[in-house]
């Protein structure tokens, strides 16, 4: 190694990290896999730092393969540690979702939102979003019946495993909150695939 190279400094190092034509892809949790111009796979340890080129292994250097996974990961290019790739399921694109959350999952966009009005696909009404909750819908049960949201009756053409959202229906226009009994406040649990936003 001569000590007129100029691919040891530092500078060197973040300038190829972000220009080479480098691809990274996920592997595990905090592992990616990063294939350099010459046809190498390395493979990156993101939390720990580490990575299997020579560059980093004999140098210690944090090598431009380490410094591209974070640049690749911080630009949203791929998914960071503790994250995966998903696909929205009311909208179909793609995103980032936590590794611990299992499908189907919605993006920003398409999560109801408190206090929206969306339509009941089932009945065409509308109904007031109180809550988008992380629960599956075979593991919520409806009060008072003894079966899940999934097993309801008008539930049954939607995913059982979709998220819950709790509804309401909303009072007739004029109508005070105080006049109404308590059970025609109550909240609806309904598979978010029977929700529609409004066009
Ligand atoms: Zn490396
Ligand atoms: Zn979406």
Redesign the pocket.
Known sequence: MSPSRTDGRPNGRSRRARREAMRVRKVGDAAYEVWSPSGHV?D?DLDAGR?T?P??RFRGVR????RRVAIEVTLGNVPAPGEREATCNACGRSLFADSDDADPVYCEDCELDPGETVVDRETDSLVVVVESTDDRADEVEVPERGWTVADHYSNRDYDPGDRVVDVLYPLPRGVDPADVSPRDLRRYSFPRGRLARRQ
């Open positions: 390395y990156v990575c080129c560059d980093h090598c431009k393969h380490l």
